[in-house]
Structure formats: C-alpha cells, structure tokens
C-alpha cells in the first residue's frame, strides 16, 4: 500500500476514534470528552466516555481489523477475492451455537458461539481434506457455502420452535452489535487479533507464493497444503473471536482485502496489514453511525457496515 | 517446505533461567501449539519474562478494567431518579404517585398521557446504556429478558441500581408492584392498590360464577398464529370475567399454535383487538371456526386491556361485559 493511502486511512481511524469518543445518544462538550478519559470531571460523562463510549471503539476497531485481516488471508490462500472470513462455516456455526444459547438459556452465549464456529470450521476442513488435498479450493469452498445452507435450516428451525420473547434477542445477535462491549469481549479480540494477525503477517511471504497458484508454489519451495490449513485456522480463529464478541457483522472481511489492494499494497504482508487498519477504521465508523443516526435507538451494525461499505466499494470499482 | 529441517533441530532446552527470573520457554510453548498449522520456520523463537508476556496478553483487558467505579452507592436512598423502559412499570410508578420522579421511559410507554412528558430514551429491549446513563438515574427498571442481560449488567458495573422485572401475570403483577412499591418508597400505597384490584377482581369472579364459561379464543398475533396462553394474565382475566382460555393449558404468554389445533379446540368466542379482529373477519380461512361463522368476535379495548395494571379490575369488569351482556334495563 502507498504510504499516502497508509496515512490516510491512519489518519481515518483517528477521525473515527475520536468522532466515536465525542459522539453518542447524549453531547458531552469534546473538552469534557478529553478530561473524562483521564477520568477527571463530572461523574456521569466520566462514566459514559469511559465505561460506554469506549470500550465500544475499542472493540468495534479490534473487529474490524480481525475480519480485514481474516478476509485478506484467505483471499489470497483461496485466490478468490470473493472469499471472506466467515466462508469456512465460522458465521454458520457460531450463529447456530448462538441461537440455541439464547433461545434455551442453557449456555453463555459466547461459549456455544464459539463452540459453534469450532466445530463448523473443523467439520469443514475435515470435508476438505477427505474429499481431496486441502490445497484444492473448490471442495473447501464447496463444504463452506453446504454447510452454511445447514446451519441457516438449523437456525430457522431453532427460531420457529422458540418462545416469541426470545426470538427478537437471538435476532439481534445475528445482526452484531459492540453495544455490550465487555472487558471479556475486548480481551478474547485483542488475544485472538494478537496471536492470529502476528501468526498471518508472518505468513504473508506464504501466501504470497500460493496466491500464485499450487505448482508455482511448490517450485518456490512453499508446500501449499501446510500453508493453507495455517491461514484457515487462524483466519478463522480471528473470525470465531470477532463473532464470540459482536455477533455477526458481515460485508467488512469481503469489502477491506478489496480497499487494501487498490489503495497499492499488493503483497501478503501488505496487504493483511493494510486490511487490519482499514477494517478498524471502517467498523469504528459503521459503529458509530450504528448508534448515532437513529439514536436513541440502534441500527444492526451488519446492516450499516454494508451500507457504509458498499458506497465506498461501487466507488473504487469504478475508478478501475 | 523448510519443515522438516525444523524438525531436524535440536530440542529445546527448556530449563533455561537467566539472572534468577522465572523464564518462559515461549517459542518451545508456541512452537508445539502452532505444529501442526505450519507457521512454525517462521515464528522466531521468543523467550519473553512471564510477567511482560501476560501484561502483553492482558493489556487489552487492562484497557477497560479500569470502569469508573464512582458512583457505586453503597448506601440506598428512596430514588429521586427514576428510568422505567418498560410500559408496565412506567404505569405502575404513576399509579404509586412517582411519576414525577421518572427521568425516562422507553418509545412506546404511552400511559397514562402524562408519560409522554417523561425523557423517551428509545427502545427497553436493548435499551441504549449512554442514554440511560446520561439521565443519571437512582433506579433502573427493566424489563427481565435475555436480550436486556447485557445492559443490565453493564448498568450495574456502573454503580447503578437495576431492577429487571418480568411481569406476564396477575401473580407477578401483584409481587412487582408491591416490590416496586418498597423500592420507591411507596409501600402503603402499593398494598392498597394492590388490595383494590384484588377485590375488584374477586367481585368479577363471584358475580360470573353461576354463569355459563364460554370457550374463548384469545389471538396474540396472526402470522405466524400466537394465541395467548395461560402464562399471561389475559388469559387470567378471561377467566375471571366468565370465560375458558381454550389454550390455557400451554405455560407460555402467547405460544405458537396452528390453526387445526385452533379449528379442533373449537371455541365458542374470539376476543381480540379492533384491529385484529378486522382481519379475521375479513380473512376466508377464518370463516371455518364456528365463532366467526355465528359473528362471535368480540372486540376488547386494547388500551385498557393490553397490560397488565393497576386497571386490570376495570379490565375484567369490561371483559366480563363482553362475554356476559345484561339487557339494560
């Protein structure tokens, strides 16, 4: 990536932090907004800055740049640019998990979540793997979209047979919120976004190799079946940890790997960087919008990243 | 690729301590984990001190732990703030003479009128937490659903006092109010009204005792078919006014039911809302129950009937009316 669309989206992701911190349901003065973070000033703008405002920008910008980072991986591992971090079953089965959670009451939500997008990823490498070799795309992408139409029919089944005044809660974890941001959340994001974004820019030369195709890696020395299950797990280890945290907010790990690449960035390493800090940069800004265009109420974020997202998407497609 | 020579390495000397500090063998620790996914020629081996390693690992954390815990009142004062983002409760504080205490309400909390001078911070499902912060309540009340679990425990992370009430019936409603009726230090007042309704209601069920039960049908909601069951104080009501909830026997609210099950349980009466009973008389498939072929809807006011209150005597009384006319003489 140029270093003046490096800049730009850096200086974006300040705007939006701060805009995020200054902005919400109730005007606190932008003076009062910097001395309540230091936790000096009147009680309550202390307590909405600091214990609202922001651990939901905190984690809002943690998610965004795990679902970029995911999505910019597998990308370039599948040489689809369709691709997005959710592909491998992590939204269906997390979802799934999650439904039942709330319907039944018998697990935490984030637990069944993620026990959900566990087994669903796992379920779907081990179709990959006996249906051939894990380097050929099309099975694993097949076994992604089969099993996705799956836990849609085990969703629907779930919400049809649920009590009505828990069908509303389980849609709305469906559309995602950072709206209950907690330490927990913020934590399971960072740790994951740590160790899987550290793990994927470290694979950034190997992907580079396997973007070009599987005989073109194995004559740069890359064997393409270790370096895809690498970028699966751990791609979508940064998706089940988003989903654990914010629920299911689509369109940032299709649109950012896309964003990344146009604004200049064209090997791995580039580019999954690159798509951290603009999926961190967009998903604080669609958060903010979230809570602030019909406040008090609240829009899904799902919706209004895609809504955010594809304007700026039409935009740089036309441009090329 | 550079795998097997990976594996070729020398193992790892784990026992290594430098300058007497506890020493993490962390590459050895990443390296088994990360075996099997490939990263390892990659990953550099990183020997870090325990306690840098777990402030890296909790900084995120750290970020939030630190929550203002300023205003976590250890004592409670009769609260002169009060956020109600649930219509039934909005209601009952009027009843209890606080009204003028309440610094918000949610979107829909429409009764009495004087509601609608009180702050509408939006929805009560999911209700937006810096709204209610910023009218620096004494008391919150919710409404207790899974969906409202978040922002009530982040509610009360802040040192706010949260109530999440539940009330679907006649029971609940009686146990709320007088729990309410402490909480705002209302009491007396809240057991007298309490009282009230209870006679009222008793009245309703001695006068309609001798009459005859009809079968009734209460819908919650048409597509897909709600009915109310006898988890909701509706169904109470009907049966106090001189009625049979045909699905009474099912413990939630308002469950699903299909509409064979309906047609097979076949009710003598419909009781519904004007607006829904304008679709079942216009609705063909409707015209198979009995009820709605002899033109036996009735039609409640939904106003007074659709919550459970400190109305809920005149409610029965009005039900009592519909299943029971007298001739006026």
């Known amino acids: 990536m140029r270093r003046r669309a490096v800049l730009l989206w850096g200086l974006g992701l300040v705007a939006a932090t701060i805009a995020g911190l200054a902005i919400g349901a109730t005007s606190v003065p932008l003076r009062d907004v910097i001395r309540a973070l230091s936790g000096v000033g009147d009680p309550t703008s202390v307590s909405i800055v600091r214990a609202v405002r922001l651990p939901r920008v905190v984690l809002a910008g943690l998610v965004g740049a795990s679902l970029g980072m995911s999505g910019a991986a597998l990308q370039g591992t599948l040489r689809n640019p369709l691709a997005e971090p959710y592909l491998l079953g992590v939204s269906g089965g997390a979802a799934v998990g999650a439904v039942i959670a709330v319907t039944t009451g018998i697990l935490p939500v984030p637990l069944a979540a993620f026990g959900g997008a566990a087994g669903a990823v796992l379920l779907v490498l081990a179709i990959g793997r006996t249906a051939g070799s894990l380097g050929d795309t099309r099975t694993l992408l097949m076994a992604g979209v089969v099993l996705g139409a799956f836990a849609n029919a085990a969703i629907l089944i779930v919400l049809a047979t649920a009590p009505a005044d828990t069908v509303r809660g389980a849609l709305w974890w469906m559309m995602g919120s950072t709206a209950a941001a907690t330490s927990f959340d913020i934590g399971v994001v960072g740790m994951a976004l740590l160790l899987g974004g550290a793990a994927l820019i470290l694979l950034g030369r190997r992907i580079d190799a396997v973007s070009l195709g599987t005989d073109a890696a194995a004559a740069l020395g890359v064997r393409p079946e270790s370096t895809s299950r690498a970028v699966y797990l751990w791609a979508s280890l940064l998706a089940a940890a988003s989903v654990v945290a914010a629920g299911l907010v689509g369109f940032v790990g299709l649109v950012v790997p896309y964003l990344a690449r146009s604004g200049g960035a064209a090997r791995h390493r580039g580019v999954i960087a690159a798509s951290g800090l603009i999926g961190a940069t967009l998903l604080v800004g669609a958060d903010l919008a979230a809570r602030t265009v019909r406040s008090p109420a609240e829009l899904p974020l799902g919706a209004v990243t895609a809504l955010l997202g594809v304007p700026f998407f039409l935009a740089q497609l036309r441009r090329r | ?329």
């Open chain 2, 1 to 329: 690729m550079r795998e097997p020579e990976a594996r070729r390495r020398p193992a790892f000397d784990h026992q290594t301590t430098v300058l007497g500090g506890e020493l993490v063998d962390l590459g050895g620790a990443l390296r088994r984990v990360t075996d099997f996914t490939g990263i390892l020629p990659r990953m550099p081996v990183v020997r870090i001190r325990r306690r840098c390693w777990a402030t890296i690992l909790l900084l995120p954390i750290a970020i939030t732990c630190d929550r203002a815990p300023a205003r976590r009142a250890a004592t409670r004062e009769t609260p002169t703030r009060i956020v109600s983002l649930n219509p039934t409760t909005t209601e009952m504080v009027f009843a209890l003479g606080a009204g003028s205490r309440l610094v918000g309400r949610t979107h829909w909390d429409s009764y009495p009128p004087e509601a609608s001078a009180v702050p509408d911070l939006g929805p009560g499902m999911s209700p937006n937490v810096e709204a209610v912060v910023a009218a620096r309540p004494d008391l919150v009340l919710l409404y207790a659903s899974g969906e409202n679990e978040p922002a009530a425990r982040q509610l009360s992370g802040l040192g706010l006092h949260v109530v999440s009430l539940r009330i679907n019936t006649i029971a609940e409603f009686e146990a709320g109010l007088e729990k309410l009726g402490e909480l705002v230090g209302e009491g007396p007042r809240a057991a007298e009204l309490v009282r009230q309704v209870q006679s009222t209601l008793d009245s309703v069920r001695r006068a309609t005792a001798p009459l005859p039960h009809w079968r009734v049908f209460l819908p919650a909601w048409e597509s897909p078919l709600l009915a109310i069951g006898g988890g909701s104080f509706l169904s109470e009501l009907v049966d106090i006014a001189g009625g049979a909830n045909i699905f009474a026997d099912l413990a939630q609210p308002s469950p699903p039911v299909s509409f064979e099950e309906v047609l097979r349980r076949s009710p003598d009466v419909i009781l519904t809302g004007p607006v829904d009973a304008a679709n079942i008389l216009a609705s063909p498939r409707w015209r198979a129950l009995r009820a709605v072929r002899d033109a036996r809807v009735l039609v409640y006011d939904t106003a007074l009937v659709a919550r459970p209150s400190v109305r809920m005597g005149a409610a029965a009384v009005s039900l009592a009316r519909l299943l029971h006319p007298v001739p006026r003489s």
